[in-house]
């Protein structure tokens, strides 16, 4: 068996738990197991054990699968960022679980883990990927009300309106009265169980945002100063607290990691999160630059409101010297590249600095006309809950406006 093989060989699958926001445990982020060609059961939930999970038939079965030397259909998004030379999830994952930078990951402790292995169970965890509530300052223009309870209650107000009304209508999950993420007692039960139990070595913390949230940070506090030592801690953070103040609480962990979430500088940066300040954003993030040792990265969402623009991102990033990753919308589905005509997706992709970047974005050209007419009305709706209209913005900023956006 060639467990470590190193074109597919995946640490999360063997060694991570993540639960998202409807309490389904899965290994990572990125994988999509609606996709899956497994016949058996795939989807489990907290309420099933996440025991049960770790070694079910399907983990096992996708153990076995990527060992092959075979990507899995539900691991498509590595597969493309991959072929792209982009960082995936599975790459960045493999080194952070290992707690090795070499690619070598016989070197790590992987390597004697695996050594006299004959089979495809996995004995222990040693990374968590936690959401304890969808408590959130922000109503980006890509997120829902699983993850934002800020956009939970604007969409209550708004349900009426059409295109909101569609969404919602599209996911009963979203206007369940019943659904009240920020206190997810099941969530945090299995936070501190799986710390209790075992080697926990990586702490991936998410929200909503979990700067903000009081009842997370006391969760984080109660861990002894020992547990803390042996602990890399990553936060996904809109970046809208001091982040020096957070950081420095954190010192007796033994990294800590901020994966900024950005997907536009300026004023089409607070067009896209809602309530967000960019000069906030830069000041939290340049201070804790120059004030902390934490590692920084920033994570950019691209979707049809920002590709065109993702050059300046890059350029901001480049001047900081912070490493950046992505992820393509495919939900909304009016707000992916299909939304777009291939000719503005090939001008936009010209502009952008990262080679891979840009393959990437003419990959998703598969314009859909019915999408494009569905953005319009979302944007037009984001306009009316704005200040100023995403035209009147790009327009002010000198930037070239996309013919859907001009259009409006």
Request: with cysteine.
């Amino acid at each position: 068996m060639n467990y470590l093989n190193s074109k597919t060989f995946c640490a999360s699958a063997w060694f991570s738990i993540r639960n998202d926001n409807v309490e389904q445990l899965t290994p990572c982020c990125a994988i999509d197991i609606n996709l899956t060609e497994f016949t058996g059961m795939a989807t489990y939930d907290l309420d099933m054990g996440y025991e049960n999970w770790h070694n079910s038939e399907y983990m096992q079965y996708l153990r076995q699968k990527l060992d092959s030397g075979i990507m899995p259909k539900e691991c498509h998004r590595c597969h493309k960022a991959e072929q792209n030379n982009l960082q995936s999830i599975r790459l960045s994952s493999n080194k952070t679980i290992a707690n090795y930078h070499s690619n070598d990951l016989k070197e790590s402790w992987m390597g004697a883990y695996f050594y006299d292995k004959n089979n495809f169970e996995s004995e222990t965890i040693v990374s968590v990927d936690s959401m304890i509530s969808n408590f959130c300052n922000y109503e980006c223009v890509m997120c829902n009300p699983l993850d934002s309870s800020k956009i939970k209650s604007s969409w209550n107000k708004d349900k009426d309106i059409p295109i909101i009304n569609n969404l919602i209508e599209s996911d009963k999950r979203y206007s369940e009265s019943s659904i009240s993420l920020t206190k997810n007692k099941n969530a945090i039960s299995h936070y501190q169980e799986i710390l209790n139990k075992y080697p926990i070595s990586f702490l991936h913390l998410r929200g909503g945002e979990p700067f903000i949230d009081n009842e997370l940070l006391k969760l984080i506090n109660s861990l002894s100063v020992k547990r803390k030592n042996n602990i890399r801690i990553l936060f996904n953070t809109n970046c809208s607290v001091d982040l020096t103040e957070k950081i420095k609480q954190l010192n007796d962990f033994k990294d800590v990691i901020i994966v900024a979430s950005l997907d536009a500088v300026g004023e089409h940066s607070e067009y896209i999160r809602k309530h967000s300040s960019w000069h906030t954003i830069e000041k939290n993030i340049t201070k804790a630059l120059l004030e902390t040792d934490a590692l920084f990265r920033v994570h950019c969402t691209v979707h049809a409101l920002n590709y065109f623009n993702l050059n300046e991102l890059e350029n901001w990033c480049s001047q900081y010297n912070i490493p950046m990753t992505y992820e393509f919308v495919t939900y909304p589905d009016f707000l992916s590249l299909a939304s777009v005509p291939h000719n503005e997706l090939v001008t936009a992709s010209k502009n952008v600095t990262n080679e891979g970047l840009s393959n990437r974005i003419l990959q998703e050209s598969n314009y859909d006309s019915v999408l494009n007419a569905k953005l319009k009305e979302y944007i037009t709706y984001l306009d009316s809950k704005n200040k100023s209209s995403l035209n009147e913005i790009l327009v002010k900023k000198g930037t070239e406006v996309p013919s859907f956006i001009k259009a409006i």
